[in-house]
């Protein structure tokens, strides 16, 4: 019923920036946030920056100043900004919602598949 698809992820040397790019489709009535996560070999998934219907972001404290978290309500996309990127930052970088489908009465969390970064010194 519902898609979360990324895209933007790939290979980029340290210092370099990349843009990732999630989109929602289906029967969506409602988005009350998006956010990125990641997960990097060996290691936890971890929020890396969430964006709520009002625009209000959060972030990790290992990304601020360095990715923008921002989304096109009309369209259901978000996307994650990365500038000065780290070879700590290489992950797979997961998209989340949390909304309404329009059949639905309650908030459902979905993941989308997934988008691998890789920062090479």
Known sequence: QVQLVESGGGLVQAGGSLRL????????DSIYYMAWH??????????????????????ADSVKG???????NA???VN??????????T??????????LTTASVTTLYWGQGTQVTVSS
């Open 66 to 72: 360095r990715f923008t978290i921002s989304r096109d």
């Open 21 to 28: 790019s999630c989109a929602a489709s289906g029967s969506i």
């Open 75 to 77: 369209k259901n996309t």
């Open 91 to 100: 992950a797979v970088y997961y998209c989340r919602a949390a909304l309404r």
């Open 80 to 89: 994650l900004q990365m500038n000065s990127l780290k070879t700590e930052d």
């Open 38 to 59: 990641r997960q990097a070999p060996g290691k936890q998934r971890e929020l890396v920056a969430l964006i709520n219907n009002g625009g209000s972001t959060n972030y």
